[in-house]
C-alpha cells in the first residue's frame, strides 16, 4: 500500500496549462501501475491516464488524448499530469491512483479550475 499526495492544481485560463503531481510513498511504488481520474460535480469520476511501472506504455480517455501527458519519476516517486490546452469542461478535482494490477490506493484529490 501507498499514500499518494496530488498538488498542483489551481484556477487558470481556458486555453493555459497546469502540471499536476502525485507524491506516493513506500518502497513498492515503483512496481505499481499510476492513474489519473478526475470527477466534476454531480458526474461520475472519470478515467483520464494510465501509465505502467516502467513507463513503456500509456493510456488515455479520448477527451484528454493530445492535450495531457502522464509520465513518471520512480526514482522521485511521483507521477505527473502535464494538462495543456484547458477548457471550461476540465473544472473538476483530479485524483491519482496506484495499484499493481488494479487500482487500490487513492489520493485526496487536487481542485483544477478552468475559467471562460
Known amino acids: 500500500q501507498v499514500e499518494l499526495v496530488e498538488s498542483g492544481g489551481g484556477l487558470v485560463q481556458s486555453g493555459g496549462s497546469l502540471r499536476l503531481s502525485c507524491a506516493a510513498s513506500?518502497?513498492?511504488?515503483?512496481?505499481?501501475?499510476a492513474g489519473w481520474f478526475r470527477q466534476a460535480p454531480e458526474k461520475e469520476r472519470e478515467f483520464l491516464a494510465a501509465?505502467?511501472?516502467?513507463?513503456?506504455?500509456?493510456y488515455y480517455a479520448d477527451s484528454v488524448k493530445g492535450r495531457f501527458t502522464i509520465s513518471r519519476d520512480n526514482a522521485k516517486n511521483t507521477v505527473y499530469l502535464q494538462m495543456n490546452s484547458l477548457k471550461p469542461e476540465d473544472t473538476a478535482v483530479y485524483y491519482c491512483?496506484?495499484?499493481?494490477?488494479?487500482?487500490?490506493?487513492w489520493g485526496q484529490g487536487t481542485q483544477v479550475t478552468v475559467s471562460s
Open positions: 501509465i505502467n511501472w516502467s513507463s513503456d506504455n500509456t
Open positions: 513506500g518502497r513498492t511504488f515503483s512496481r505499481y501501475r
Open positions: 491512483a496506484a495499484g499493481l494490477t488494479r487500482y487500490t490506493d
